[in-house]
DNA sequence: GTTGCGATGCGCT
DNA sequence: GCGCATCGCAACA
């Protein structure tokens, strides 16, 4: 199922802007629909938290590439997270997807998760890549041609925001977006110091 | 609900 | 080598 042809434009504004048009928008890969409850924005190359603010690597090459695309990243040696690029190209933005609900599929998200419970199935990004069956091979799909898709809602009416999770190297920006009550979106956790082996 | 900690491997300095 | 845009589990409140 293709997404929309005007979404590349509608993703093309700034990072701010476009952070929030994803709440409630959907992600589809296969059998497995989820509606976004939780993001964060990552502002390229003026964002010390962001992957693309030490220039263009192999790794985050995607980002710099046109909106609309998925980039998918390796992290903590075992779990797989995606963005969702946005603004012009040749910048390197892109809206980290943190969470979500199970709207369809729930029984093959199931499968992929056997031991969380329905709430908890897409309750943080590495959770909710594996629920979508997202791997790494992913990286770099175009969200209207698949086999990952996107398509936007309405703008949601009722978002909250805050500092973002889990960074130690970026001033606190209150770039995390999430719609107000939801219960899939993840606990906030501040960033933890390092601790002695 | 919270805190603490080990797992695990790649990207980058 | 070091650090990481994390998770699951155990223990506790």
Redesign the pocket.
Known sequence: MPGSPELPALLAGPVLEVAPRLLGAVLRHGDVVVRITEV?A?DGANDP????Y??R????AV?FGPPGHL?C???????V?C?VVCGPEGTSS?V?V?AGEIVDGLELARER?P??SDR?LA??????C?ALGIELDHDGTDLVAGPVTLTLGEPAADVSTGP??????APDRPWRFWLTGEPTV????P??P??R?
């Open positions: 964060e990552y938290g962001s992957h693309a030490r220039g690597t192999r790794r985050n980002m980039y990243y390796f992290t903590y040696g075992m779990h997270c963005n892109a980290l943190r998760r031991r969380a908890d309750r943080g990004p590495a959770r909710l594996s973002r999770v889990g960074l130690r190297g993840s606990a906030y956790r960033a933890a390092l601790r082996r």
